[in-house]
Each structure stands twice: as C-alpha cells, then as structure tokens.
C-alpha cells in the first residue's frame, strides 16, 4: 500500500495498487521455466501471478506479516496453483538457496530494509549468474499526491508542504543512491524507468477514509492527537478523498519507478 501497513477494511492493497500492478507484471516478463522470488509478497497476488506465467518453473513470495503469508497460501490453494509457495520470512537475513531464482520481483517491498545493502547482497546471492532483480518503489514523496495530501490534512497544512521524504517509504526514491546501494551489494546495469498511476482508494467516500485512516502512519499520528484535534484532522482527511471521488471511485495521483539490476554473470 501507500507505504505503511494496514488493518483490514472495505479497500485492498491489491485493488490499490492494480494500475501498478499491470505495469510491474509487463516489465517483470516472467517466462515458462523461470524460478522468481517475490520479496515482500503480502498476501501473493504477485508470485501467484508469477506462478501462472511460469508454469515450469516455481514462484516463492515472503514477507515478513504472518496474517499476510497465511492468506497468501490460503488463496493458492483456493486457485489451485501447484508451483507456488510462501514463507514467513526478512529477505534482508533468510537463508535462501543460492543461486537458485532466475528473477527477484518486488511492489513496493523493498524499501523497508534496515540494512539495504546487506539486503540486496542477500538477494543478489540467491539469484543465478545472470538473474535479473525487478522491482517498484516509490519515488519522493513530494511527487506523490497521496502522501502531500493526507500529510498536509493531518497537519492542518502547518510546517512542511511535503510529508518527509526520509520516511521508509520513500527510502529508494533517490535514483544515485539507489543505483550506490545495488553496486555495493553486487548488482550492474541498474536502470530506472518512470510509473506515472495513480492509486485507488475505494469506490467511495466513507471506503476511502476507512483506507486512509488504517494506514499505520495514520492511525499513529491520530492517537498522538488530541481528541479534538483528531476528529478535526478526520474531518480534513475526509474533505480530501471527497475531492477526489470521480465515477470509478475515489483516486490519487502517484510517481513510482521501476528499478531494474543484474546479477553480473561471474560474480560470487
């Protein structure tokens, strides 16, 4: 989602993300035989539809949120993907068999590691010579609407007009740093190519706040206030998504990238 976990409610991550999901599934290309590994799956929706595409070969999604590992083995049963698998699992430190992935695919997965380099590192490791790293981060938050939006409506619009760009939602929103990161961690021919959707927050007013206000962010920063400051920031949080509710429910502009990076062919 838009950078933060989220509780349960009427609007989902995937249906949040489906403009960008179209977009990451044609620059991923998984082929027939590929093995993927999809870093920060949540509840799979991406390594099942990588599963599909590579019908002779494997899909394993982790993450880190038990609730979510279990809905996304609970959804491949139901659709009955035998090639598909999911461990609760950090990619920054999990033992994955080496050498093993064709491709890494990540949505928005990556940004949260506590050591980036080490991370990558530890992906770069399980792909072979020559396997390909493919993922989508968000680019700087003052070039995302949905973040300046709800930041300046929690803040009553005092301080900064942009939310802060250090938050780990917009860690790989810097191309030069992100590209440092990747070669320190083994990685050549990083390359960046701009997502220019938008997001979906419900289909309509009273959906969208429910999304909004359960972002972990969110729901943080509201119990820091005051009730009366609180109920007010909802207030402006509700003006905000009714301003943009249009006939196919309620939607925010977004820039994100497409980082992609090789496993040179004759590393360790």
């Known amino acids: 989602m838009s950078g933060s976990l989220h509780t349960p409610g009427r609007t989902g991550y995937d249906a949040e993300l489906r403009r960008h999901n179209e977009v990451l599934r044609l620059a991923v290309g998984v082929q027939h035989h590929d093995h993927v590994l999809d870093i920060g799956c949540g509840t799979g929706l991406t390594t099942r539809e990588a599963a599909r595409a590579a019908q002779s070969g494997t899909a394993l999604g982790v993450d880190v949120s038990a609730p979510a590992i279990q809905s996304a083995r609970e959804l491949a049963r139901v659709e009955q993907l035998g090639n598909v698998t999911f461990e609760e699992a950090n990619a920054q430190t999990h033992n994955f068999p080496q050498d093993h992935f064709d491709l890494a695919i990540s949505r928005f997965g990556t940004m949260f590691f506590d050591n980036p380099v080490d991370a990558f590192a530890n992906i770069r490791k399980a792909l072979r010579p020559a396997g390909r790293l493919t993922m989508m981060v968000w680019q700087s938050a003052e070039h995302n609407e949905w973040a300046v939006a709800i930041h300046q409506a929690l803040t009553a619009g005092d301080g900064s007009l942009s939310p802060d760009s250090r938050k780990p939602a917009f860690s790989l929103a810097d191309?030069?740093?992100?590209?440092?990161?990747?070669?320190?961690?083994?990685?050549?021919?990083?390359?960046?190519?701009?997502?220019?959707?938008?997001?979906?927050?419900?289909?309509?007013?009273?959906?969208?706040?429910?999304?909004?206000?359960?972002?972990?962010?969110?729901?943080?920063?509201?119990?820091?206030?005051?009730?009366?400051?609180?109920?007010?920031?909802?207030?402006?949080?509700?003006?905000?998504?009714?301003?943009?509710?249009?006939?196919?429910?309620?939607?925010?502009?977004?820039?994100?990238?497409?980082?992609?990076?090789?496993?040179?062919?004759?590393?360790?």
Do not use: Q
């Open 175 to 268: 191309p030069p740093t992100v590209t440092e990161i990747l070669e320190a961690a083994g990685f050549a021919e990083v390359s960046f190519t701009d997502v220019h959707k938008p997001v979906y927050y419900g289909p309509d007013v009273a959906a969208a706040l429910d999304w909004v206000c359960g972002f972990t962010s969110n729901a943080d920063a509201l119990k820091r206030l005051a009730p009366a400051d609180a109920t007010r920031a909802v207030e402006r949080l509700r003006a905000v998504v009714a301003a943009h509710l249009g006939d196919e429910g309620i939607w925010f502009d977004s820039r994100a990238w497409i980082v992609t990076a090789m496993r040179p062919r004759h590393s360790s």
